[in-house]
């Protein structure tokens, strides 16, 4: 299996390039950067879309230098790839596919704000249609360094399809790598759902059957798991309690993509959305299964 990762020759690749790294590292798998240049438009003036392609490819193998370089100053190995395509996204995904790809990694749009991800317009299209899993890398994760091991994976849970098949992906990162496994479950705070006319008690109520309801769920998912796992029962909204965790938590944070449209092919949902827009660990967003 192998970890695609698009580098643009940007710090914002070079964040991708170093969670691709670390992932390589620890599942053993193979890493493939990737940079893609435009294809030649059939319809327009030949010689000129000729000699803009070839000017474009030089780019790309720029970029895909800058990437070689910023690896191999870091001791990583990894395959690198120039291909054509046309749009970034594209291309990635046909590298993907065509590999049988585990996994996409891109960086953060360069004005998003430091330890914070924030996919740039290629993240964005991956988001909403890849063949695999994609990881976008918050800005500033290069500085961690290439070797830094992930140790704490967590999954966004909820007792829903989408939300099962992250768990399946995050058991399987976490059969790789050793990590440690933590499931997260965000219920809404009392003040969210508190209704003047059923009055308090009846809102006491409610919140406690919406507590054991999400309680149950998660004792029935940790069960379900062929190792031990933790798992935490957060009360607010749930984008600002998942993004709100970092690295001393979380390493990785997995969530599911939207429970309908495209078989295998991630789409993103309202939840996963906001996240991988505010998220301050790297995020992995999965597709959905057929």
């Known amino acids: ?10 710090d914002s690749g070079d964040d991708a390039a170093t969670l691709g790294a670390q992932l390589c590292a620890a599942t053993d798998e193979d890493l493939v950067v990737v940079s893609v240049y435009p294809e030649e438009n059939p319809i327009g003036m030949g010689r000129v879309d000729a000699e803009y392609v070839a ?43 065509a590999s049988g790809a ?13 330890r914070r991800i924030s996919p740039g317009s290629t993240g964005e299209r991956l988001l909403h249609g890849a063949i695999c899993p994609v990881a976008v890398a918050p800005r500033g994760l ?10 704490r994976i967590g999954v966004a849970y909820v007792d829903a399809p989408e939300a099962r098949v992250a768990l399946g992906v995050a058991a399987e990162l976490v059969e790789q790598t050793g990590a440690s496994l933590t499931l997260y479950t965000v219920v809404a705070p009392r003040a969210e759902i508190f ?24 004792d029935e998912a ?9 798992d935490e029962l957060l009360e607010g909204d749930v984008v600002d309690a998942l993004a709100a ?10 969530c599911g993509s939207r ?32």
């Open 222 to 230: 940790v069960a379900s798991l062929p190792f031990e796992a933790a």
């Open 102 to 114: 585990s996994m996409i990694v891109v960086g953060s749009a360069r004005h998003g704000a430091r």
């Open 245 to 254: 965790l970092d690295d001393r938590e979380c390493d990785l944070l997995v």
């Open 1 to 10: 299996m192998t970890v695609v990762v698009g580098h643009d020759g940007s």
């Open 259 to 290: 429970g309908y449209g495209p078989v295998r092919r991630v789409l993103l949902g309202g939840v996963a959305s906001k996240l991988v827009r505010r998220a301050a660990c790297p995020v992995v967003v999965v597709p959905r299964s057929g």
């Open 142 to 151: 290069r500085e961690r360094g290439a070797d830094a091991p992930i140790r």
């Open 195 to 218: 209704a003047p006319v059923s009055g308090r008690d009846a809102e006491e109520a409610f919140l406690g059957a919406v507590r054991d309801g999400a309680r149950a769920a998660l």
């Open 55 to 97: 000017f474009m490819r030089g780019q790309a193998e720029e970029m895909n230098a800058c990437a070689r370089r910023f690896l191999e100053g870091r001791g990583v190995s990894a395959a690198y790839r120039v291909v054509g395509s046309s749009s970034a996204a594209h291309g990635l995904d046909d590298v993907a596919e």
